[in-house]
T-cell receptor, first 117, second 110 residues
Framework: GAVVSQHPSRVICKSGTSVKIECRSL??????MFWYRQFPKQSLMLMAT?????????EQGVEKDKFLINHASLTLSTLTVTSAHPEDSSFYIC?????????????FGPGTRLTVL | DAKTTQPPSMDCAEGRAANLPCNHS???????VYWYRQIHSQGPQYIIH???NNETNEMASLIITEDRKSSTLILPHATLRDTAVYYC???????????FGAGTTVTVRA
């Protein structure tokens, strides 16, 4: 079955530093990937849509200069949280759609828990 | 702007059927009903989706009312591993956006 991995699974960083989170589709190519954020006891919120070879599309209220997304290959998208602050602490989840597949086939990664001290 | 309403929580007994309700009274004619679940500290998992006919797969059954204003997800034989938050989502087929509401926290008890 289609597997999406994320690395790291957990990260703790100091305030003001930048953190990069990787999302990989392991056994399929994904032209489109998505990044979600989930605060404790809340639901997932879509942050941005990542398209291979083009700029990401950000949802309203998400700062594109703070959350840098790079989708450089058909199997890898990265999310960099720049100058992280404690309020950025959250569970970040990516998902991927197989190239040529329909949006029903959206496979999620296991998530990355970011804690900013 | 959640389009669905679900009970915040429910308990069910292991081995019994779990019936999870969802109201979507403003659903449009071209919107499907999707169900996902999220086990604690993991990414969501697709369960099933349907338009107006009842659907069944290896995980669950989806019963949609004739007026499509509500639906029920049925886990036929709940196990402890089915403990999760279950999300009912309505969306147009092939629309990339998944708008997750609060979901229903289902706890399966031995």
């Amino acid at each position: 079955g289609a597997v999406v991995s994320q690395h790291p699974s957990r990260v703790i960083c100091k305030s003001g530093t930048s953190v990069k989170i990787e999302c990989r589709s392991l056994d399929f190519q994904a032209t489109t990937m998505f990044w979600y954020r989930q605060f404790p006891k809340q639901s997932l919120m879509l942050m941005a849509t990542s398209n291979e070879g083009s700029k990401a599309t950000y949802e309203q209220g998400v700062e594109k200069d703070k959350f840098l997304i790079n989708h450089a290959s058909l199997t890898l998208s990265t999310l960099t949280v720049t100058s992280a602050h404690p309020e950025d602490s959250s569970f970040y989840i990516c998902s991927a759609i197989p190239t040529g597949g329909n949006y029903n086939e959206q496979f999620f990664g296991p998530g990355t828990r970011l804690t900013v001290l | 702007d959640a389009k669905t309403t679900q009970p915040p929580s429910m308990d069910c007994a292991e081995g019994r059927a779990a019936n999870l309700p969802c109201n979507h009274s403003t659903i449009s004619g071209n919107e499907y009903v999707y169900w996902y679940r999220q086990i604690h500290s993991q990414g969501p998992q697709y369960i099933i989706h349907g338009l107006k006919n009842n659907e069944t797969n290896e995980m669950a059954s989806l019963i949609i009312t004739e007026d499509r204003k509500s639906s029920t997800l049925i886990l036929p034989h709940a196990t402890l591993r089915d403990t999760a938050v279950y999300y009912c989502i309505v969306r147009v087929l092939n629309d990339y956006k998944l708008s997750f509401g609060a979901g229903t926290t289902v706890t399966v008890r031995a």
